[in-house]
């Protein structure tokens, strides 16, 4: 059973950073790619950044400049940082992955159960 499950997210002041983290458990024959995305209140889920397995990496225009994803293959975990936060990225943050689980199967997409970020004085 493949599991990705997020952690790090809380509440933080304007301007504040955090550090979001996403570990996979169960066992996996390769990885397309991980990701974040997120949901906040009554809007659809978006695309905050991407990182392939060849390392690299794109960001939705409301991130770039203030987030970083990376990953340590070593401890299958894919993280993000966040920056100078505005009241606008308040959202659940969710993590995603595209698995491939065994050798000749196909890949599928993996959620994590997502995290709360607040962002608010």
């Not at 070593?74 to 308040?90: A, I």
Request: hydrophobic content about 25%; some cysteine; proline content about 2%.
């Amino acid at each position: 059973q493949v599991q990705l499950v997020e952690s790090g997210g809380g509440l933080v002041q304007p301007g504040g950073s955090l550090r979001l983290s996403c570990t996979r458990s169960g066992s996996i024959f390769s990885t397309n790619r991980m990701g974040w995305y997120r949901q906040a209140p009554g809007k659809q889920r978006e695309l905050v950044a991407i990182i392939t397995a060849t390392g690299s990496s794109s960001y939705a225009d409301s991130a770039k400049g203030r987030f970083t994803i990376s990953r340590d293959n070593t401890k299958s975990t894919v993280y993000l940082q966040m920056n100078s936060l505005k009241p606008e990225d308040t959202a659940v943050y969710y993590c995603y992955g595209r698995l491939r689980r065994t050798y000749g199967s196909g890949e599928f997409d993996y959620w994590g159960q997502g995290t709360q970020v607040t962002v608010s004085s």
